[in-house]
C-alpha cells in the first residue's frame, strides 16, 4: 500500500521544520493581538462556488467535491477564507466586536498536478482581519506577514503589490481586457482563451511566453483607478514605505479569486525557482455580503507551508531539532530496571528533561552505544550497588567527567 498521489507523510526526521514554522506562527499572531480559529476541514460545496467564483479553477477543476450519504453536495475545503467568513456570519463573531481578528492553519486540497512544493493534500497558514476598511488594516497584514516571514529566516524574498479598485471599476476593466485580448485570440494560449469571456484578469496571471507578452501591452487598472481606489492604494504604499517594508508595484498581480478588490498582494521567493509565490493575499470587501451577511470590509493573508519549508531548507534557516538530554541506564535486574524507570519517570515530570529509557532490557554497551548515536549529553547508570545505596552514576558524555550522586539530588543537579 502506498500513500494517495499528491499526498506526503510527514516523517518523524522532517517534523522538527513543520513544529518550527508553528511555533513562530503562533509567536507572531499573538503580538499582532490575532487568535486561531479551526474550522472543519468540509464544508457545503456552495460556499465556495459562491464565494471563489464558478468560473474560476479551483471551482472549475480543483475541489474534491463528493454527494454525502444525504444526498448534500460537500466540498474538502480548497482554501479558508470562504469558509472563514461562513464561520464568522455563522456566529456572529463581528456583532460581537467589531473587528474579528482571526488565523488558521491546517490541511487543504486541490486536485492539481503535483509537483515541488504543490500537493493535492497540502498546509496553510493565513490570517483574516474582519471588519476594517481603511489603509491601515491593509499594513496590519502586509506587517503581519512580513515580520512573519522574517521570523522564518527567509531573506531572499519579494513583496508585489497591485489595486483591484472598486467592483465597478474592476467590470469596466475586465470589458477593456476583454476588448484587447479579443483582438489577440489566436495568439492567446487555449486556456486563456477558455478564460477571455468569463475571467479575462486571470489572462493576466499567466505563465505562458505567448500571454505574457500580450500582457505586457494590455490595459492597465491603474490607468483607470477612481478617486477612492487611487487614494485608498497610494496610503497602502504610504505606510509601507513608513515601516520601511520594500514592494513592488505590480500591474499584473490580480490573484486568481473573485472576490478581492483593492489591494491584493503576493510574496516571492527566489529560493523556490520557477514556482516562486510563498503565498499572498488582499482586500475582500463584499464578499460577506455574498453569504447574506452585512456589509464587513476585510483583508487577509495565506502562506502555503510546503512553500515556506522549502525556501527555509534552501537558506538553512530551519534550526537543528534538539536531543534527547539523559540516558537512563540500567543493569539487567528487574530492581535495577525498576529504579531506572522511577528515576527516568521523576527527572520528566519534576523536572522537564527529555529522557530516553532502554526498553528492550540490553546490555550495559549496547545502551551506551545508543546514547552516543542519539547525540545525548548525559547518562545516568544505576547498578545493584547503585540500587542499594539509592545513588547513580552521572557521566558527561562530552567532557567525559563523571560524578556519583544521589538519586534524589539529579533534580539540584540538573537545574
Keep these: 500500500m502506498q500513500s494517495i498521489r499528491g499526498t506526503k507523510d510527514i516523517l518523524p526526521g522532517e517534523i522538527h521544520g513543520w513544529h518550527t514554522v508553528e511555533d513562530r506562527i503562533r509567536h507572531i499572531t ?212 513608513a515601516l520601511s517594508i520594500p514592494y513592488t508595484v505590480n500591474p499584473l498581480l490580480v490573484r486568481g479569486l473573485d472576490y478581492y478588490s483593492h489591494t491584493v498582494f503576493e510574496f516571492t521567493s527566489t529560493a523556490l525557482g520557477a514556482q516562486d509565490a510563498l503565498g499572498g493575499g488582499g482586500r475582500y470587501d463584499h464578499l460577506f455580503e455574498h453569504f447574506g451577511g452585512k456589509h464587513t470590509p476585510s483583508i487577509g493573508f495565506a502562506f502555503g507551508m510546503e512553500r515556506l519549508l522549502l525556501a527555509m531548507n534552501a537558506q538553512e534557516s530551519i534550526p537543528e531539532a534538539s536531543n534527547p538530554e539523559m540516558y537512563v541506564i540500567g543493569f539487567e535486574s528487574d530492581e535495577s530496571r525498576k529504579a531506572v524507570i522511577s528515576c527516568a519517570h521523576a527527572l520528566r515530570i519534576r523536572s522537564g528533561k527529555q529522557v530516553i529509557v532502554d526498553v528492550q532490557n540490553r546490555s550495559l554497551k549496547a545502551q551506551m552505544k545508543e546514547a552516543d548515536k542519539l547525540g545525548i549529553g548525559h547518562v545516568i547508570i544505576i547498578g545493584p550497588d547503585e540500587v542499594l545505596n539509592n545513588n547513580c552514576i552521572v557521566k558527561d558524555l562530552s567532557s567525559g567527567m563523571q560524578y556519583t550522586k544521589s538519586i534524589d539530588e539529579l533534580d539540584a543537579f540538573f537545574g
Design 30 to 241: 499573538s503580538l499582532y493581538g490575532y487568535r486561531e480559529l479551526r474550522n472543519p476541514i468540509m464544508e457545503y460545496t456552495d460556499v465556495f462556488k459562491r464565494a471563489v467564483g464558478e468560473d474560476t479553477d479551483i471551482v472549475g477543476k480543483e475541489m474534491y467535491s463528493f454527494p454525502d450519504r444525504g444526498g448534500d453536495s460537500i466540498t474538502l475545503r480548497p482554501e479558508a477564507t470562504a469558509a472563514v467568513v461562513r464561520s464568522a456570519i455563522q456566529h456572529n463573531l463581528t456583532a460581537q466586536q467589531q473587528i474579528a481578528r482571526v488565523y488558521y492553519a491546517g490541511p487543504f486540497f486541490r486536485y492539481e498536478r503535483p509537483q515541488k512544493g504543490r500537493q493535492r493534500q497540502f498546509h496553510q497558514f493565513g490570517c483574516e482581519l474582519l471588519g476594517a476598511s481603511g489603509p491601515e488594516a491593509d499594513i496590519e497584514i502586509l506587517a503581519l506577514a512580513h515580520d512573519f516571514l522574517e521570523s522564518l529566516g527567509i531573506k531572499s524574498r519579494e513583496l508585489h503589490i497591485n489595486t483591484l479598485a472598486t467592483p465597478e471599476i474592476r467590470q469596466q476593466f475586465k470589458q477593456e481586457l476583454i476588448s484587447y485580448f479579443s483582438s489577440h485570440l489566436s495568439e492567446l494560449s487555449e486556456d486563456s482563451q477558455s478564460r477571455l469571456q468569463s475571467n479575462p484578469l486571470r489572462i493576466l496571471d499567466s505563465k505562458n511566453p505567448g500571454d505574457k507578452a500580450l500582457s505586457a501591452n494590455a490595459p492597465k487598472m491603474q490607468d483607470m483607478l477612481d478617486a477612492e481606489s487611487k487614494d485608498h492604494f497610494e496610503k497602502v504604499l504610504s505606510l509601507l514605505n
